[in-house]
């Protein structure tokens, strides 16, 4: 019975909740648990997948048909070698990818840049600003964004760069590529990759507004985002009219963040206690 | 510049070189038919201590990353920048936006901003005009608490 139960837990949380969780729109106010809980619910999905293999040993060790309970116990094994197997293949090729690119990037901006004492300036009139993650980070600035933007406004930009680094939102956004990528195309979800991508921008924001408040922060976002062009080939909207509406919005009530914590303590927790049961 | 004892970054000296090398044909112009490992070593005397077995393999990497290209002269290679510095900038900044695919392109890179349309603009203006309305409103609170207390 539970083998079943954390198999019917794994299609939910792998399948069910990013939809749900992507349309409550109110929690990208509490932008650091709602990564939380988009967090524990990937993990509690892979770990009702596997657990639901270990799950159905007790069925063979006290059945009284061992060989008839095989039919339940060695496909269980299989999804659970095939996912395990799938997830370190798709981590390798992930991750490999990404230091490749960085790594690449970083070496041409450190040849071609300016460097200054915590930036890097490219001498080119479009305005950007990114940061390459790593553990060779660097922040990188055009000369384009300098002229752009008043001093104020561009120290907000640099704070939200150094959140992005500080807070290693790129093992998040790794983290949750290797899940996407993972899963086959027919039963992939995107919302979780898109949310997550807009969750870590929200809080380099609010890094940013603790830095040089929250008018320098919007009028950076203004700026730079009437500057640009969007990518409209995406098919997605822009982050930045919501991430506008979220600064002018304010702090959520601390309910919201308790609410996502408790969910995201039961997501990631469920599974390994129907596991204990399984196996008591 | 600081005179440092342990062996500089290649990373480092790969700016370097290629600095000396963009001066180089900026001074010779059209004339400029690149410069030598011995050339581009003479060039660090007096500003700092560089073997010329390092320069020689420093100028190999950037070869191999086709951020130099080498003709044969006699026994030795000619050394040229690829592209000018404005160029490689310019490609630099390409690069960023549409050379890679595009989920892995924002997953390697975390930009400030994706842009916006011009219907989200219009959106975002009204979000700003909000928050500046707070900011001033609380500055006129906190003003005016000031002036309480001073009485």
């Known amino acids: 019975m539970i083998p079943f139960v954390l198999a019917g837990l794994a299609v939910l949380l792998a399948w069910v909740a990013p939809g749900l969780m992507a349309r409550r729109k109110g929690f990208r106010r509490a932008p650091r648990a709602a990564l939380v809980a988009w967090q524990a619910v990937s993990v509690g999905g892979i770990l009702a997948a596997l657990a639901a293999a270990p799950a159905t040993i007790p069925l063979l060790l006290d059945g009284e048909d061992p060989l008839g309970r095989l039919q339940l116990v060695v496909p269980a094994l299989v999804a659970s070698a095939v996912i395990v197997g799938r997830l370190l293949y798709a981590g390798h090729h992930v991750g490999t990818r990404l230091r490749r690119v960085r790594a690449d990037h970083r070496q041409l901006v450190d040849i071609v840049a300016r460097h200054e004492e915590r930036v890097r300036i490219l001498q080119h009139p479009t305005p950007t600003a990114y940061c ?149 | 510049m600081p005179h440092s004892t342990s062996a500089p970054r290649l990373g480092d000296l790969e700016r370097v070189v290629m600095e000396h090398l963009w001066e180089a044909a900026n001074v010779g112009g059209p004339l400029f038919d690149g410069a030598t490992v011995r050339e581009v070593h003479l060039r660090f005397e007096g500003e700092r201590e560089i073997a010329y077995t390092t320069v020689m393999t420093v100028l190999d990497r950037l070869a191999k990353k086709d951020l130099v290209t080498r003709e044969r002269d006699g026994r030795a290679w000619r050394y040229s920048p690829a592209d000018t510095r404005e160029a490689l900038t310019a490609q630099t900044m390409l690069r960023t936006l549409d050379d890679m695919e595009v989920t892995d392109r924002r997953t390697a890179l975390l930009h400030f901003l994706d842009g916006a349309t011009t219907d989200e603009l219009a959106d975002i203006k009204a979000a700003l005009a909000e928050i500046e309305a707070r900011a001033e409103g609380e500055q006129a609170t906190s003003a005016r608490r000031r002036t309480i207390r001073r009485r």
């Open chain 1, 132 to 280: 390459i993650p790593g553990r060779q980070s660097r922040v990188v600035l055009s000369q384009g964004v300098l002229d752009a933007l008043p001093e104020e406004q561009l120290e907000a930009v640099i704070a939200h760069e150094d959140a992005h680094l500080r807070g290693r939102h790129d093992l998040l956004l790794e983290f949750f590529s290797v899940v996407t990528e993972a899963v086959p195309g027919p039963l992939r979800s995107p919302e979780a990759l898109g949310e997550v991508r807009l969750l870590v921008e929200v809080l380099a924001d609010r890094a940013a507004v603790r830095h040089s408040g929250e008018v320098a922060t919007a009028r950076a976002l203004l700026t730079l985002a009437g500057s640009r062009e969007p990518e409209a080939a995406l098919g997605v909207g822009t982050t930045a009219p919501v991430r506008l509406r979220l600064l002018a919005d304010g702090p959520p009530h601390p309910a919201l963040s308790l609410l996502a914590y408790s969910y995201a303590a039961l997501a990631a927790t469920l599974p390994l206690v129907l596991l204990a049961m399984a196996w008591a």
